[in-house]
């Protein structure tokens, strides 16, 4: 490694271990029903071992500004994109939910209901 601090095996081991528990946690975890908390949960453990990963054995906490904003950035425009689809997904009108593990309930206020079918003309009766 070239101009930056070396990291000694018991950090390697260290941070290593804290991953591994980390994966257990998230593994025990989905096992349990955490209802509204499970996505939260999982993006929390997920968020603190990629920060290990990239500020760890990606060596970007020795680095300056470059490497570090290119992340920023990167992390920046997956928020973005995952705002975006969430926004979508609570936009949506019933008939277009998809199926899931868990039933889906109507909102107050959405039970307005789309035009009526028909069948298209080529299968219309005589």
Do not use: C, N
Request: glycine share 16%; charged share 10%.
């Amino acid at each position: 490694m070239r101009g930056g601090a070396r990291h000694g095996g018991v950090q390697v081991l260290v941070v290593g271990g804290v991953l591994l528990g980390l994966a257990a946690l998230s593994f025990g975890l989905s096992r349990l029903h955490l209802g509204a908390w499970a996505v939260p949960v999982a993006l929390g453990i997920a968020l603190v071992k990629a920060a290990l990963i990239a500020g760890f054995y990606m060596h970007l906490t020795e680095r300056p500004g470059g490497p570090r904003l290119v992340v920023g950035t990167a992390g920046v425009f997956v928020v973005i994109l995952v705002g975006l689809v969430l926004a979508e997904a609570s936009a949506r009108i019933w008939p277009t939910l998809p199926p899931g593990p868990f039933p889906v309930t109507r909102l107050p206020g959405k039970d307005v209901e789309g035009p009526p079918r028909v069948a298209p003309p080529w299968r219309q009766p005589p």
